[in-house]
């Protein structure tokens, strides 16, 4: 074919968009094998992490943690915090799809101070969303509470209901025992 990894990384968002997420992963994973190749690790474990997005798109999380695992180390050894967050994001998706909410809430935490650094409001606020609804489910409603609420404070725009909410927890926070 002789098709650079940038066409297949091309070809692989295509065909992502356009649902064909099978398809989109064996794409994905050939623009990671050629960048691999090519020794551009970075490259190489972004597409890994787009392969995996479009696994777990699929129904195939225990295919889309495989994808995406040890991706986290490559981008903290190239100092990019929102990568390596986007990484144990990834993973922590597929970990809650597959049942295991207590790996899945230890790496959507781990994820957040690299949001932070990176100052990617947007994903922060969409981790501690994620981890409060797991923690709603898993019955610590205190804690949901805490996360919703540092959602909230991450949130530019709220609309005048999550301002309310904000109130109230900003308020029961408050009276809690430290």
Not at 20 to 48: G, T, W
Not at 92 to 114: D, M, T, V, W
Request: glycine share 6%; with cysteine; aromatic share 6%.
């Amino acid at each position: 074919m002789g098709e650079t990894p940038e066409e297949f990384a091309d070809q692989g968002r295509s065909a992502y968009r356009s649902g064909d997420f099978l398809k989109a992963a064996s794409l994905f994973l050939k623009a990671s094998e050629s960048y691999a190749a090519a020794d551009n690790r970075p490259l190489a474990a972004e597409m890994a992490n787009n392969q995996s997005v479009a696994l777990l798109q699929s129904g195939n999380a225990a295919a889309a943690l495989a994808a995406c695992q040890g991706t986290e180390l490559v981008f903290a050894q190239a100092g990019d915090p929102l990568r390596e967050g986007l990484a144990l994001g990834n993973q922590a998706a597929a970990l809650k799809e597959l049942g295991r909410k207590k790996e899945s809430l230890e790496l959507f935490r781990r994820s957040i101070p690299r949001f932070e650094k990176a100052g990617d409001k947007d994903n922060l606020a969409v981790v501690h969303k994620t981890i409060a609804a797991l923690e709603m489910e898993s019955g610590d409603n205190l804690g949901a509470m805490s996360a919703m609420l540092d959602s909230m404070r991450v949130t530019e725009k709220l609309t005048w209901r999550q301002k309310i909410m904000r109130r109230l927890f900003s308020l029961v926070s408050r009276m809690l025992p430290k």
